[in-house]
C-alpha cells in the first residue's frame, strides 16, 4: 500500500528498506518493483544493481501500523467488528450487516468504491471464516469470481495455509501442492507427518472449525445510526442530528428498563476522519436533554476541534454499557433529587474536565498511611463508603494535609530513638516545642519475598513547633539495627 | 395612563426586580465561639461567600483545618455535599487532601467530592458550576497566590450565585494578600500554640483568626479558638497556655529521656558518623 505522504512520481518502483544485522534490506515493496522481481529479504545493493532507478524510503512500521489503525476507524462505518491483522489486512466481521448493504457483493464494491481513496492496491475478499477471506484475498489472482469459495479455496496454494516454510517445502516435495490436494486427504495421517498445526490451519480455512477475529473494540450493547444522502457542513445539524438519537436511544433503553453509563457520539466525515465525543455518567441515565448537555459540553472542551471539512455522511451513537434503571420514586425529603442533581453536577464537570479531575474517597484497609484512603473519579463511585470514626477525646492523630512523597528534612533529634528538637524544613527552622510519639509503623514484611528487606520501619511523632504549626514526620528506620543513620521527612500538616 | 400612573407602574416593576436580587435575610449558622458570634451578630450567613486567608504560605494546613470545621458549622454536620476545588499545583505544594485528616476534624469524608484541577481559570469556572447547584451543601474554591482572573468582577459573579442557589462558599486563598472583594466576610488564620494535653502532647487544633472586615457590620476583632470535634463547635482557647515564639521549648524536651543529640541531614546520608553534638 502506497503511502499518501510519499511523493515519488507514481511509476518509479518504490521499496522500503529497514537495517538488518548491518546490511540494508527490502521490508516492502510496490507492486511495480514486486513485479519487477524485487522481494523482501533481498539486499538494497542487489536491488539496485537489478533496477537502478528505484525509490528507497525507510521502513516505518509503527507509521505502517497508524495508517492502518486509520483505515480500521474509517471500516467502521460497515460493521462495529474491525480486527487488524498486522502488518498489512484489515478483518471485517460482516454477520448480520451484509444484508444493510443490499448483500455481499454490492457491500464488497463499497468497501472498495470506498478503499479506492486511498489507494490503488488494494485486495479484497469475502469467505466463510477470517483466515478463508485472508488466503483469497492474498492468494487468490485477481479477477477471480467469488461465486463459489470452496472450489476457488481448493485452487489456492499451500501457501495460503500461512504455515511455516519448512512445512510448506515439506508439503510441496510430497506433491501436495493445492489446498485442494490437502483436503482430499483423511487428516490423522497429515497431521502424524507434518503437525497438528497444519490440520488446524486447514479447518479454518476450509470453515470446518469455527473461528473468529478479535475485534478491536467490542461491539456497544446499542447504537443508532443516521446516514445522510447529501454530507452535512455543519457541527450543529450533526449535534442536533445527534439529538434525535439520543431521543430514540431513550426510548429503546426504557423499554428495557436499562440506562447507559457511556455514551459515544461518532462522526463520519465524507473523506473518511472519525471523530469521537465520549461521555460518561456515574449513574445510569437516559434522559436525551442531559446527555445532550454533557455531549456539548464534551464537545466545547475537545483540545482538537471537530471540523465538519467537506460534512459528515454518516454519524452515530452507541451506548457501550448499559444497566439496569428503573423509574425513580419521588421521596418526600427530596434525598433522591439530590442525588441525581449531584451525580449530574459530577458528570457534567468530568465530562469537561477530564474523569480524573473530580474525586471522591475511598478508604482502603492499609496501615500505611498514604495508602489508606485513595482518591477515586467520582464518575466511578457512586455509593458512599463508610469511614472509621476517630478515638474520643483525643486530638487528631492524623494530618489533614499529606505528603505524597515525604518531604526530607534536616533534624537534630535524640538517638537511639528519641523526639526530634529541632528540624529544618522549606528553608525555615522549626523548634519543637510539643511531641507525642513515637507511633511505629511497620513496613508491610507480608508483601516481600522472604529473604528480602521489606522496607523500613517509620516512626512517626505529632510534633508542634513555637508558632503552634502542627506537623507529622517521622523517621525513616530503626536507628543502628536498620539503618546507621536515618533520615528524617514531613509527611503531613496538622490542622 | 397618565404620567404619575405610568411613573408609578414603572417604579413597582423595578421594585419587583430588585426584589428578585436583594439580599434576603441570610440564614445564620452559629461558629459555637461566644465572641466570634457576637461579632458577627449571631452567625456565619449561609448562601453568601466567605474569604479565609492563610497568614502565611506555611500555615496551609492550618486555614484547611479551619475552613473543615467553618464547613461543618454551616450544615455540613447533618446533610449536604462539601465540594472542595483546588489546583494540581496545591496539591503537590501544599500536600494533597487526606481523608483520615478530615474524619479527625469530624467531617464524614464520603460526603467530599474533591476537585483537582489544572489551573485557576478551572477551577474558577468549575466553581461558578458548582455554585449554581443547590444540592451543594458549602464549596470550598482554594486557590493559591493571587489569580489574574479572581478580580472584584469574578467575586461579585460568584456571590450572586451563591445568593440565588443559597451554596455557601468559602474561598480558602494560600499565599495571597486580602484584596477588594465581594465577600460577607473576610478571615485571616494563623497557627496558635494548642492547649497541651498529657506528657506535653500537642492538644486540639487551635488558630489565631483574625475578622479583617464584614459586610453591613463593624470589622475588626481577634481570638484565639480551639476546634472541638465532640460537639464539632469552635470554642475559646485563650485559657490554654500561651507560647510565645521561640519560648523555651527546649526546656520541655530537656527533661525528656536523655540521650545523644544528633543531627540528620535531608541530603544523602554521611559516611563517616555524626559528630556528637549534645549530651543529654
Known amino acids: 500500500m502506497r503511502h499518501p505522504d510519499c511523493d515519488t512520481p507514481d511509476d518509479t518502483p518504490l521499496v522500503l528498506v529497514e537495517k538488518v544485522r548491518g546490511a540494508?534490506?527490502?521490508?516492502a515493496t510496490c507492486s511495480q518493483a514486486a513485479a519487477l522481481g524485487l522481494n523482501a529479504g533481498l539486499a538494497l545493493a542487489d536491488a539496485r544493481a537489478q533496477v537502478p532507478l528505484l525509490a528507497v524510503t525507510d521502513h516505518d512500521p509503527a507509521a505502517d501500523l497508524a495508517w492502518l489503525e486509520r483505515l480500521a476507524d474509517h471500516c467502521d462505518r460497515f460493521t462495529p467488528l474491525v480486527a487488524i491483522e498486522a502488518p498489512d489486512a484489515l478483518a471485517l466481521d460482516i454477520t448480520g450487516c451484509a444484508h444493510l448493504f443490499g448483500g455481499e457483493a454490492p457491500l464488497l464494491a463499497d468497501v472498495a468504491r470506498f478503499m479506492a481513496r486511498w489507494s490503488d492496491d488494494v485486495r479484497l475478499a469475502c469467505g466463510d471464516t477470517p483466515e478463508a477471506a485472508q488466503a483469497l484475498a492474498r492468494f487468490a489472482p485477481a479477477g477471480t469470481s467469488f461465486e463459489s469459495e470452496d472450489a476457488t479455496l481448493r485452487r489456492l496454494p499451500v501457501a495460503a495455509l500461512r504455515i511455516e516454510e519448512e512445512t510448506q517445502t515439506a508439503l510441496i516435495r510430497a506433491g501436495l501442492k493445492?489446498?485442494?490436494?490437502?483436503?482430499?486427504?483423511?487428516?490423522a495421517p497429515l497431521a502424524a507427518r507434518f503437525g497438528e498445526d497444519l490440520v488446524d490451519s486447514l479447518d479454518r480455512l476450509l470453515g470446518t472449525a469455527d473461528s473468529r477475529i478479535t475485534p478491536r473494540r467490542a461491539?456497544?450493547?446499542?447504537?443508532?445510526?443516521?446516514?445522510?444522502?447529501?454530507?452535512?457542513?455543519?457541527?450543529e445539524a450533526a449535534m442536533a442530528a445527534i439529538g434525535e438519537l439520543a431521543e430514540e436511544a431513550a426510548v429503546v433503553l426504557e423499554q428495557r428498563g436499562m440506562g447507559g453509563r457511556r455514551f459515544i457520539a461518532r462522526f463520519f466525515r465524507s473523506d473518511g476522519r472519525t471523530y469521537d465525543l465520549a461521555t460518561e455518567s456515574s449513574l445510569p441515565m437516559r434522559d436525551p436533554d442531559v446527555l445532550m448537555r454533557l455531549l456539548n459540553e464534551r464537545l466545547a472542551a475537545l483540545a482538537d476541534p471537530v471540523d465538519p471539512g467537506f460534512g459528515f455522511d454518516m454519524i452515530r451513537l452507541a451506548v457501550p454499557r448499559i444497566e439496569p434503571l428503573t423509574p425513580a420514586q419521588l421521596q418526600l425529603e427530596g434525598g433522591c433529587v439530590a442525588d441525581e442533581a449531584m451525580a449530574e453536577l459530577v458528570d457534567r464537570l468530568s465530562t469537561r474536565l477530564g474523569r480524573g479531575a473530580i474525586r471522591r474517597f475511598e478508604p482502603r484497609d492499609s496501615h500505611v498511611p498514604e495508602q489508606a484512603a485513595l482518591t477515586l473519579p467520582a464518575v466511578d463511585l457512586p455509593a458512599p463508603a463508610a469511614w472509621d470514626a476517630p478515638q474520643q477525646g483525643e486530638p487528631p492523630a492524623r494530618p489533614i494535609h499529606l505528603f505524597d512523597p515525604p518531604q526530607p528534612i534536616e533534624v537534630i533529634a535524640e538517638v537511639p530513638d528519641g523526639p526530634p528538637h529541632r528540624f529544618r524544613w522549606r528553608r525555615s527552622q522549626h523548634h519543637v516545642v510539643r511531641f507525642e510519639g513515637p507511633e511505629r509503623i511497620a513496613a508491610q514484611w507480608w508483601k516481600h519475598a522472604p529473604g528480602k528487606s521489606p522496607g523500613l520501619t517509620r516512626d512517626y511523632y505529632r510534633v508542634e513547633d513555637a508558632r503552634g504549626r502542627r506537623f507529622w514526620i517521622f523517621r525513616h528506620g530503626l536507628y543502628e539495627t536498620e539503618k546507621p543513620d536515618p533520615r528524617w521527612y514531613v509527611h503531613g500538616l496538622f490542622a | 395612563m397618565s404620567?404619575?400612573?405610568?411613573?408609578?407602574?414603572?417604579?413597582?416593576?423595578?421594585?419587583?426586580?430588585?426584589?428578585?436580587?436583594?439580599?434576603?435575610?441570610?440564614?445564620?449558622?452559629?461558629?459555637?465561639?461566644?465572641?466570634?458570634?457576637?461579632?458577627?451578630?449571631?452567625?456565619?450567613?449561609?448562601?453568601r461567600v466567605h474569604e479565609v486567608f492563610a497568614a502565611?504560605?506555611?500555615?496551609?494546613g492550618c486555614a484547611a483545618g479551619f475552613v473543615a470545621g467553618l464547613a461543618l458549622r454551616l450544615g455540613l454536620r447533618l446533610d449536604g455535599t462539601l465540594v472542595w476545588l483546588r489546583e494540581i499545583q496545591a496539591e503537590k505544594q501544599g500536600g494533597r487532601l487526606h481523608?483520615?485528616?478530615?474524619?479527625?476534624?469530624?467531617?464524614?469524608?464520603?460526603?467530599?467530592?474533591?476537585?483537582?484541577?489544572?489551573?485557576?481559570?478551572?477551577?474558577?469556572?468549575?466553581?461558578?458550576?458548582?455554585?449554581?447547584?443547590?444540592?451543594?451543601?458549602?464549596?470550598?474554591?482554594?486557590?493559591?497566590?493571587?489569580?489574574?482572573?479572581?478580580?472584584?468582577?469574578?467575586?461579585?459573579?460568584?456571590?450572586?450565585?451563591?445568593?440565588?442557589?443559597g451554596v455557601t462558599v468559602i474561598?480558602?486563598?494560600?499565599?495571597?494578600?486580602?484584596?477588594?472583594?465581594?465577600?460577607?466576610?473576610?478571615w485571616q488564620v494563623s497557627a496558635a500554640a494548642s492547649a497541651p494535653m498529657e506528657a506535653n502532647a500537642p492538644g486540639y487544633p487551635a488558630w489565631r483568626v483574625e475578622l479583617l472586615r464584614q459586610r453591613g457590620r463593624p470589622s475588626g476583632g481577634d481570638w484565639r479558638v480551639e476546634w472541638n470535634r465532640e460537639q464539632a463547635c469552635f470554642a475559646n482557647a485563650d485559657t490554654a497556655s500561651d507560647c510565645g515564639?521561640?519560648?523555651?521549648?527546649?526546656?520541655?524536651?530537656?527533661?525528656?529521656?536523655?540521650?545523644?543529640?544528633?543531627?540528620?541531614?535531608?541530603?544523602?546520608?554521611?559516611?563517616?558518623?555524626?559528630?556528637?553534638?549534645?549530651?543529654?
Open chain 2, 171 to 186: 474561598a480558602l486563598r494560600i499565599a495571597a494578600s486580602p484584596s477588594p472583594s465581594a465577600a460577607q466576610t473576610r
Open chain 1, 24 to 27: 540494508m534490506r527490502i521490508a
Open chain 1, 178 to 187: 493445492t489446498i485442494g490436494d490437502l483436503a482430499m486427504r483423511p487428516s
Open chain 2, 3 to 47: 404620567r404619575a400612573d405610568s411613573l408609578e407602574s414603572l417604579k413597582t416593576r423595578i421594585a419587583g426586580i430588585e426584589r428578585a436580587r436583594a439580599v434576603e435575610a441570610a440564614v445564620l449558622a452559629g461558629t459555637g465561639h461566644a465572641g466570634i458570634d457576637a461579632a458577627l451578630g449571631g452567625g456565619l450567613a449561609r448562601g
Open chain 2, 99 to 165: 481523608a483520615p485528616g478530615l474524619v479527625e476534624i469530624g467531617l464524614d469524608p464520603a460526603r467530599v467530592i474533591i476537585g483537582v484541577l489544572p489551573d485557576p481559570q478551572a477551577v474558577l469556572r468549575a466553581a461558578a458550576d458548582v455554585v449554581r447547584c443547590p444540592e451543594v451543601g458549602v464549596a470550598v474554591i482554594e486557590l493559591w497566590r493571587e489569580p489574574r482572573l479572581l478580580d472584584l468582577t469574578a467575586s461579585r459573579r460568584l456571590a450572586l450565585a451563591a445568593e440565588t442557589s
Open chain 2, 245 to 280: 515564639p521561640d519560648a523555651g521549648g527546649f526546656a520541655a524536651i530537656a527533661a525528656a529521656p536523655s540521650g545523644a543529640v544528633l543531627p540528620f541531614s535531608a541530603g544523602r546520608p554521611v559516611d563517616a558518623p555524626p559528630r556528637l553534638r549534645h549530651a543529654g
Open chain 1, 219 to 235: 461491539a456497544p450493547a446499542l447504537r443508532f445510526e443516521r446516514r445522510f444522502a447529501e454530507p452535512i457542513g455543519r457541527t
Open chain 2, 56 to 60: 502565611q504560605a506555611e500555615d496551609a
